[in-house]
């Protein structure tokens, strides 16, 4: 299975998807250390491990999972987080409010604003209440080039994320996408989904009212 590859600055950002539902697993490895965040142990164990295998060439040092990242607690995001946990040792890190709700134990609880500091990048952690009540958008801020957020099931081309159809959750989840995402970050950042193709915030920004008034 190929991966989808950016080569910036300091980390390589490789993507696959896995599983009938079309999953993303991201995985960012620091270039000059071999540290490694893997974004959505979302299902097909063999898969993220030849994803592993194949990112050895991203870095002039060893490579290292130090992070296995959730954007959020749904089941179809977490299927071989037991098993990574298990083959890897990797340290975990979900929403506050979903790690509960997560196969294993989680190392750190992330809540809104948080930076967590790896060997060579950093990534922010923006909470974003709608789809789950502790989804996590993960941001990677290129310093040569736009940002890169990872948004879970919070935001896709053409919209938010499902709610159900509850309307106080479709509210908050649009209220927090578009004054922690549209509103922080320039037309030309990068989001990278939990599942499908990736997009701008400038492609999506003209119909964040649109969305509004349609209601999903």
Do not use: C
Not at 6 to 26: A, G, K, P, Q
Not at 34 to 48: E, H, K, Y
Not at 50 to 79: E, F
Request: glycine content about 8%; hydrophobic content about 35%; proline content about 6%.
């Amino acid at each position: 299975m190929d991966s989808l590859i950016h080569s910036l600055r300091d980390v390589t950002i490789r993507s696959i998807s896995v599983s009938e539902m079309n999953n993303n697993v991201y995985l960012l490895t620091s270039k000059s250390t071999g540290t490694q965040v893997l974004i959505d142990a979302a299902d097909d164990l063999p898969a993220i491990q030849q994803l592993l295998q194949d990112s050895a060439v991203d870095s002039s040092a060893p490579t290292k999972l130090a992070r296995i990242a959730t954007t959020h607690q749904h089941w179809d995001h977490v299927r071989a987080l037991e098993e990574l946990v298990a083959a890897t040792g990797a340290s975990t890190s979900a929403g506050a409010d979903d790690a509960d709700a997560l196969p294993v134990p989680v190392d750190v609880r992330l809540g809104h604003g948080d930076v967590e500091r790896f060997d060579g990048f950093e990534l922010t952690a923006v909470h974003l209440r709608g789809h789950t009540p502790g989804s996590i958008a993960f941001v990677y801020q290129d310093p040569d080039g736009p940002a890169h957020i990872f948004s879970g099931d919070s935001l896709f081309p053409g919209g938010v994320g499902n709610t159900q159809k509850d309307p106080a959750r479709f509210t908050s989840l649009l209220n927090d996408v578009s004054e922690r995402l549209f509103d922080s970050y320039p037309d030309e950042t990068l989001v990278h989904p939990g599942h499908g193709l990736p997009t701008t915030l400038g492609a999506e920004r003209p119909h964040l009212e649109e969305w509004r008034a349609r209601g999903w």
